[in-house]
């Protein structure tokens, strides 16, 4: 588990707009991980990260993070983004959304 909630950098023009939202973001991708939680940042929401499917679901399950949305790759290496989906909506209510990148 990354936890990154800490080092938020906020940009002038949306200084503590979205401080309240913390955003999980699931890639095995090392550099669009580092790139996407750095943009959210920028806009100054809170950014969680996983690099596998299941320690993503291990961090939804736990409510003590305040997880508010999902980002998730549909090209994994230990589940598909479509079994990750499936799976969020069995035990949470939270946004996901998915992507493709090739």
């Known amino acids: 588990m990354n936890s990154d909630k800490g080092s938020s950098s906020s940009a002038t023009h949306t200084k ?11 890639d095995f991708d090392p550099i669009c991980l580092r790139v996407a939680s750095g943009m959210l940042r920028m806009l100054t929401y809170e ?40 799976e969020i909506k069995r035990i949470s209510d939270m946004l996901v959304l998915g992507g493709w990148h090739p």
Do not use: Q, W
């Open 16 to 26: 503590s707009c979205y401080r309240d939202i913390c955003i999980l973001i699931v």
């Open 47 to 86: 950014v969680l990260t996983a690099h596998r499917a299941m320690e993503a679901l291990e961090m939804i399950r736990d409510k003590d993070l305040g997880i508010d949305m999902v980002l998730i790759e549909l090209h994994m290496p230990d589940m598909s983004g479509f079994d990750l989906l499936n």
